[in-house]
Each structure stands twice: as structure tokens, then as C-alpha cells.
């Protein structure tokens, strides 16, 4: 197995400390996204794995090979890896076709197989009919194919993508993320994909590890970081919800819902913090108390913010609107206990 290991890895960037300390394996062919707000060390990652940069400490090896620590660095060309780029990096001067053929070029691979590998490629991408064409001819997304096609061509064992769906709207990068999917299945490589949109990693990744401050917070798939974050942090920065604060639980694991309305309820300190997604909040006829903050139609339906008696807040959906200052009930099916702090 060619498993992508990051062993205590460390970026310095002066007195600025991009990466710390950072251990992670990315298993043979997975699809990984990193996750995080600007800032977290997302893309200094993808640059030490391309080898753009160097590390300060730690290392980075694809199987049994090294490919770079404090002291040694395998050159980029040598790592059998390709990158897609926000920008696309296409060069303006050339067709597609060429574009697309420029790995081959470099190798020495050049007449009829250089030229069947192209149109395959293009092909893959649904991007063939436009082999002649300038990139300044192409709109962002056939912009994007392009660069998979380069991609799929060189036939790289690892993928990285720097948030290629950055410059695109939402409707495209939609299309293009089935797009990414295809081609993951296609090629069979590993990707590492940096983003900073929950939606992307969650829709598309196998794995997802969420960065803060340059450390990895959480590794997981999108199913168990959506339903089991490990603290407060990520539980806010993953998607809808809202962390309450209850008398003590168990830290981590499950609690039914009359459990955590009972102990909202004590005078006891509410000191440990519970997850409560929307889906798990019920709006009816009895329950704790809670008023209508806003009402806001999300097409398939209605997005409460709510706030119980303490002050506390909820997110929770509802089939038809409700009033601002409106008064209702609430019941939870159930929540998430979480580590006291992130």
C-alpha cells in the first residue's frame, strides 16, 4: 500500500508557525479533503506535499519512499504527483490539446500514442470537441476539465486540488463536483483536496481532516464528524446547530433527549456542552419553552433560530413559518455530549 504519510510535520514561516506538528495518513486511492477556515495551514500542506515548500520538522512519504524532511527534498517533477490550481495554470498560448499534451511533451512521449492519450483524455472530460480552442475561449468550467484532463493523462498516483471550484458559481460547481467524483473513480489515485467549503468536503471526500491553527482537529468521515465532531469547535464549524450547555454528562456519546431536557432543566452548573442538530429538535405541543428569534424559507422549508428561556440558542427546522417573538415548545429526539472544551 502507497499510503501518503505526514509524520510531526512543521512549517515555519519566520516567527509564524503554519503547520504544527501535524501526523496523518491519507490511505492508497481515498479521496481527502482539507478542511478549514482561511488561515489553518490548508494550503501550506498542499505545498509541502508538492514540494513547493520544505519542511521546517517532521516528513512526508508516499509508501516506503521519502520525499522530503528538514534536510532532504525530492524535486516536484519526481514525486509522480499533479496539482489543479484555483487559477487553472493553463497556458494561454496553447489549445487545449496542447495544454493537455504538455506532460506527455516533457516525458519525450510524443506521436500517435502522445496524441491517442489526449483525445482520451479530453474524452473523459467531455471536452473533446473543443481540442483546438484557446483557454481564453473556454468558460471557468471547461477551464477546469482541461486541467483534470492534464491531470488524467499524466496518470499521477496522487491529485492535489487547491480550491479548484473557488472561481465558479454555485450551480457549476455543483455539475462540478459529480465531475471530481467521475473522476476520482476514473483514475484511481489519491486526491487531497483543499477547500474551505464544508458542502465540497462533505458531498465528494472519503475522509475529511479539519484544520485549525495549523493542527488537525479532527480526522473522520463526513458521516462521523457531521453526527460525532470530537469538541465545541468543530461542532459549531460543521454544519447546522446549536451547543447548548447541560448539568454533567458523559463526555462523547450519545444522550436521548429526555435526558438532556431534564438536565437543562436542574438548577445543577450546566457545564457540559451538547450538539443538538436541527433534525433532532421538534416544535409541538409540549417541551421546554423557546421564542421565535427569526424565520427564514429555505425553498424545501422554514429555518428556526430560537431561544429557550436561559438565553440559550437552537437552530431547528419547521414545515410552515412562524412569527418573530412567537412562543412554542421544543423536544430533542437527541444530542451529541461533547468534550467541556475545544
Not at 512519504?61 to 521519502?66: I, Q
Not at 487559477?87 to 500514442?113: C, I, Q
Not at 450547555?245 to 437543562?264: C, F, K, T, Y
Not at 436561559?310 to 410552515?320: I, K
Request: overall charge neutral.
Amino acid at each position: 500500500m502507497e499510503n501518503l504519510t505526514l509524520d510531526r510535520l512543521v512549517k515555519r514561516f519566520g516567527n509564524e508557525t503554519a503547520v504544527d506538528g501535524l501526523s496523518l495518513t491519507i490511505p492508497e486511492a481515498a479521496f481527502v479533503a482539507l478542511l478549514g477556515p482561511s488561515g489553518c495551514g490548508k494550503t501550506t500542506i498542499l505545498r509541502l506535499l508538492a514540494g513547493f515548500e520544505k519542511p521546517t520538522s517532521g516528513s512526508i512519504h508516499l509508501g516506503d519512499r521519502r520525499l522530503a524532511d528538514a534536510r532532504t527534498q525530492c524535486p516536484p517533477e519526481q514525486r509522480n504527483m499533479a496539482m489543479v490550481f484555483q487559477s487553472y495554470a493553463l497556458w494561454p498560448h496553447m489549445s487545449v490539446a496542447e495544454n493537455v499534451g504538455y506532460p506527455l511533451k516533457v516525458r519525450g512521449t510524443s506521436g500517435n500514442e502522445a496524441a491517442g492519450a489526449v483525445r482520451a483524455a479530453l474524452a473523459q472530460v467531455e471536452m473533446e470537441r473543443m481540442a483546438q480552442r484557446r483557454p481564453a475561449e473556454l468558460s471557468g468550467g471547461q477551464r477546469q476539465r482541461v486541467a483534470l484532463a492534464r491531470c488524467l493523462v499524466a496518470k499521477p498516483r496522487v491529485v492535489l486540488l487547491d480550491e479548484p471550484l473557488a472561481n465558479l458559481d454555485r450551480n457549476l460547481r455543483d455539475t462540478m463536483e459529480g465531475t471530481f467524483r467521475e473522476f476520482h473513480r476514473q483514475t484511481g489515485a489519491t486526491l487531497v483536496y483543499v477547500t474551505h467549503d464544508q458542502s465540497e468536503a462533505m458531498s465528494m471526500a472519503d475522509y475529511i481532516a479539519v484544520m485549525r491553527d495549523g493542527r488537525l482537529a479532527q480526522w473522520a468521515t463526513p458521516e462521523q464528524l457531521y453526527q460525532q465532531p470530537v469538541d465545541d469547535w468543530v461542532a459549531r464549524f460543521i454544519g447546522q446547530g446549536a451547543v447548548v450547555h447541560i448539568a454533567d454528562a458523559e463526555p462523547s456519546g450519545w444522550l436521548d433527549g429526555h435526558v438532556i431536557m431534564q438536565a437543562m432543566e436542574t438548577s445543577l452548573p450546566k457545564i457540559r456542552p451538547v450538539l443538538l442538530r436541527p433534525e433532532h429538535i421538534r416544535i409541538g405541543a409540549d417541551g421546554l419553552s423557546a421564542e421565535v428569534r427569526q424565520c427564514v424559507y429555505r425553498g424545501e422549508r422554514y429555518e428556526l433560530t430560537l431561544s429557550l428561556l436561559d438565553g440559550q440558542p437552537l437552530r431547528a427546522w419547521h414545515h410552515s413559518a412562524l412569527a418573530t417573538g412567537q412562543s412554542v415548545r421544543v423536544r430533542f429526539d437527541k444530542g451529541w455530549s461533547l468534550q467541556r472544551a475545544a
